[in-house]
């Protein structure tokens, strides 16, 4: 059986069952249209332009395609996940992945986190897996101990995970409690010695917050899969605030002679970083500061660190000095 149809300027018409369906040339699958139209391949063509119900037998098959539409549980349900869906099937892809991460992430009690989660994997290009979880990335120290307790053990093949409850689920919070997990990119912004991957469930996230381009979570749970090696001075270059372990010298006040000390004793710093660390350690925040751009995030990420280190830890580990670094002075992780 063969369809009338009509090639017109950058429009494709076909007439099925007497319904004429528009195909414009930005559409996904124009090409594939035009190209089932050449090779008399009709039945190709009704699939694509007026696909028969779809329901995907998972979990009870609660997911289903109805022409352009995706429902959940019979429900229409929007966003960037069903549109992902939509155009993959139209281009012909399995979506049984995106599936199982429907059904995980349809678990999660945070309509918030439900809403924004997978806008945020397409965004920062992570990836899901065959079972419906996905991977991102997380900083640790050189031990595999988290960043900002040191009591959290990240290394290949742990699950870590803490009460829900105490994961801040406000977005708008950008430096508070939970399990940090974060896109490629924001790695660059964040201190630690090594890189690990995590898998997360999607019920298991909790808020993505605003700050950092929208390029971090907080979860309540992850196991760490792998670590990413990176070689020196090819990739991720070591944050401005890197965790440097070992002894060293340090320029001293008021005559910025030189004397050895360990790691152990805070390293000395103006940046916005050391500013915001100081304040976190001696909780002394300060609203009135005045800290714009790039020197925002990096005092709210010294703030987060230096509050972790004084609740957790109690050692400090930088701290903020009005006076200024001498040029060349090393090693002062403040300067770029």
Known sequence: MSYPYLIQGSNVVVVIDNKPHTVSKTHISYQRVVDAIKASDWETVKQIIDPVKVVLNYGQGHVSVKGSTLYWKDEPFAGALATRMIAMLEEGFTIEPMVEFMHKMMKNPSKRAVTELYGFLEA???????????????????????????????????????????????????????????????????????????????????????????????????????????????AFDRSVQSNAHGTYTVPTQPSWGTTPITAAEPKLGNSAFYKGYSAGFQSSYNATDDHYGKDRLNYREGYEKGSDDRMYSGNERYRYTSTPIPTGAWPFPNRS
């Open 124 to 234: 920062n290009n992570l990836p899901i897996t065959p079972d419906g979880c996905f991977l991102a990335y997380k900083k640790v120290r050189a031990d595999y101990l988290d960043c900002h307790s040191g009591t959290m053990d990240n290394s290949v093949g742990q699950i870590v995970e803490m009460e829900r409850n105490q994961v801040d689920d406000n977005k708008d919070n950008t430096c508070s409690t939970g399990l940090h997990f974060c896109s490629q990119e924001y790695l660059k912004s964040f201190s630690g010695d090594r890189i690990v991957i995590v898998k997360i469930d999607p019920a298991d996230v909790v808020s993505i917050p605003t700050d950092y381009n929208n390029s971090k979570g907080r979860a309540c749970r992850y196991e760490v899969i792998g670590e990413l090696e990176v070689e020196p001075g090819k």
